[in-house]
């Protein structure tokens, strides 16, 4: 079964998933409590940064462009006021101890920036900074040999009121492929994705994970450009970085990040102008992911609790009523609660003040006809021109409505562009239509390799249906040798995150051994969770495992959806 939202095309039981796009794709963490509006200024504490490049290695090549990257960032820092340490060819032990004097230097409250250039592998789906000193005689070395990034963040992040940035320009080739090391294989090209950060910490890499830069230097001349951009916030400013470079690799190279910053930095602040604003509780419990003037932390709409948010934003537009993106919050929040008439309001307000998220919200809103007559044209008339203002979501929706012609005359060449666009910005979702567009010749020579690889890089930005569609051609062999066992992996990734074509294909897999060994008790609870959907073929499915299980292999079945159960809902 081939999924295109409610459509079947193809062939079973490859399932290629889809997702409305009008729903956030972004699940990020929010704070509860309330939190009033806070400014920070420049004077309260000196903002520090520590640049580490990484150029001549005891046992991998050099890395001749990291001392000359570390330098441009280095000036950049010192030109919009930052404290800058630098340190170059470190060992493991000489990492350690910079950090620790890093962060023993830090007033409170500081904005922390630290920037490395060198090698970096990435081995079973983490990554590891190279020390200088690195000897591997296998991959299997790497978490006690390296400095395993996940540690790195935990160490510098976490601190009460203040902000870690955190860039890594390493996006490479495996240094070690060519036989180096027996299993040299099993270090994979690129960083693998972060899925977790401490508290007011934000990641950047000079590629999207899993891909490899393709201009050396690019990135840091970018990035120290975007710097010098006075009174930007850090999300405008890695925006603009990613566009020169965008621009500069011809579209070949993406940079990316992740964000758990509790407030919006400003690096290079006007004269006698805050550094950082920091989110009330209506931003921290309605903020969209894909609103350029959001304050901290997103909420993906599937999570958003209108219970929390709606008096938590009714409070902030009291209090602040000239504020549109507060009120475009308690709009977003009002629609999850299915009061769309007051959400209509509310947008209609911000769209006249020129607000970008309300033109997506009431895009929203006409599309699925809440609060206002249903009108899929005006809904594609909202979302274009939020698009053409650089919305990456709405670029992606624009995408979507001409690839299915709702709302326009069916168009894929259209799709393509507005898919493209979005892509560019790193929007996840924009990867798996991209790949289905390609897989199946619409507006392009069918290219199941160019399919694979834009599947891939929706894959590791964690998009659920582009880990399924990437399993799905791992699993056949489309744009790739077949391999069933990391098929498995992909499908395993998408499951937990909800994703309903994972859950059967899982359940296929296990029945037959492909990928895994046979495991009934195991297929019957991936068909549960796909009939618990309305998959009338997985419930058929497990009506004919259950007829052959015992009973100890049901009362296992049952402990494994209970435990499934508490792991995702508490």
């Known amino acids: 079964m081939f999924w295109i939202g409610d459509l079947f095309l193809g062939i079973h039981p490859a399932i290629y998933a889809f997702r409305p796009p009008w729903r956030s794709i972004v699940v ?7 939190m009033p509006t806070q400014l920070a200024h420049a004077q309260q504490a000196k903002s520090a940064a520590l640049v580490i490049a990484n150029t001549t290695y005891a046992a991998l090549p050099a890395d001749k462009d990291a001392a000359s990257d570390a330098k441009t960032i280095v000036d950049a820092l010192k030109v919009i006021g930052f404290e800058v340490e630098m340190v170059s060819n470190v060992t493991k032990a000489d990492m350690a101890q910079a950090i620790s004097a890093t962060k023993a230097r830090l007033g409170k409250g500081a904005t922390l920036l630290v920037y490395y250039a060198g090698h970096a592998l990435q081995f079973d789906q983490k990554n590891y900074l190279a020390p200088v000193d690195l000897k591997l005689a296998r991959a299997a070395e790497l978490p006690t040999a390296g400095i395993a990034l996940e540690q790195l ?15 890594i320009d390493a996006a490479e080739k495996n240094p070690l492929a060519g036989g180096k090391i027996a299993d040299a294989d099993s270090i994979s090209d690129g960083l693998a994705r972060v899925t977790s950060l401490p508290s007011g910490t934000l990641l950047a890499y000079s590629a999207a994970p899993g891909s490899v830069a393709t201009k050396t230097g690019n990135y840091a001349s970018a990035l120290a450009a975007a710097f010098k951009a006075r009174g930007k916030g850090l999300d405008t400013v890695l925006k603009m970085t990613r566009a020169r470079v965008v621009v500069s690799s011809g579209g070949n190279q993406i940079p990316w990040e992740t964000t758990a910053l509790q407030q919006s930095v400003i690096l290079y602040p006007e004269e006698d102008k805050p550094v950082a604003e920091e989110p009330n509780a209506c931003d921290l419990s309605a903020g969209h992911p894909s609103d350029p003037e959001r304050v901290g932390p997103s909420v ?29 919050e308690l709009a977003r929040a009002l629609d999850k609660a299915g009061r769309g008439e007051e959400a209509a309001v509310l947008n209609a307000e911000a769209m006249k003040a020129n607000y970008i998220g309300a033109y997506h919200n009431m895009g929203n809103l ?23 203002r650089g919305h990456p979501e709405d670029q992606s929706n624009v995408g979507f409505m001409y690839m299915r012609g709702d709302g326009v005359a069916k168009d894929y060449q259209k799709a393509r562009f507005w898919f493209e666009k979005a892509a560019a910005q790193n929007w996840a979702t924009a990867y798996d239509k991209l790949g289905l567009l390609y897989l199946n010749g619409w507006g392009v020579g069918k290219d199941p390799d160019r399919a694979f690889a834009e599947f891939g890089k929706g894959a590791n930005l964690g998009d659920a249906p582009s880990l399924v569609n990437y399993a799905n051609c791992l699993k ?27 859950y059967i294909n899982l359940g296929f897999l296990n029945l037959s051994g492909e990928g895994t060994e046979k495991n009934l008790t195991e297929a019957a609870f991936w068909f549960t969770l796909s009939s618990r959907e309305g998959n009338e073929e997985a419930q058929k499915r497990l009506n004919q495992v259950n007829a052959i299980l015992s009973d100890s292999e049901k009362q296992k079945l049952q402990e494994r959806l209970d435990q499934w159960s508490r792991r995702r809902f508490g």
């Open 366 to 388: 006409y599309r699925k006809g809440l609060g206002v007559e249903q009108n899929l044209e005006k809904a594609f008339d909202l979302y274009l021109y939020a698009a053409e």
């Open 28 to 34: 990020a963490a929010f704070m509860l409590a309330a």
């Open 300 to 328: 993906d709409y599937a999570n958003l609790d209108p219970q929390i948010a709606i008096p938590a934003c009714e409070k902030a537009v009291a209090t602040e009523p000239g504020n549109m993106r507060f009120k475009v």
């Open 476 to 502: 056949d062999g489309v744009g790739t040798r077949k391999d069933a066992r990391r098929a498995y992996q992909y499908y395993t990734q998408a499951a937990h995150l909800g994703s309903q074509a994972a």
């Open 153 to 167: 963040l935990d160490d510098l992040g976490g601190r009460p009121s203040a902000s870690t940035i955190v860039i």
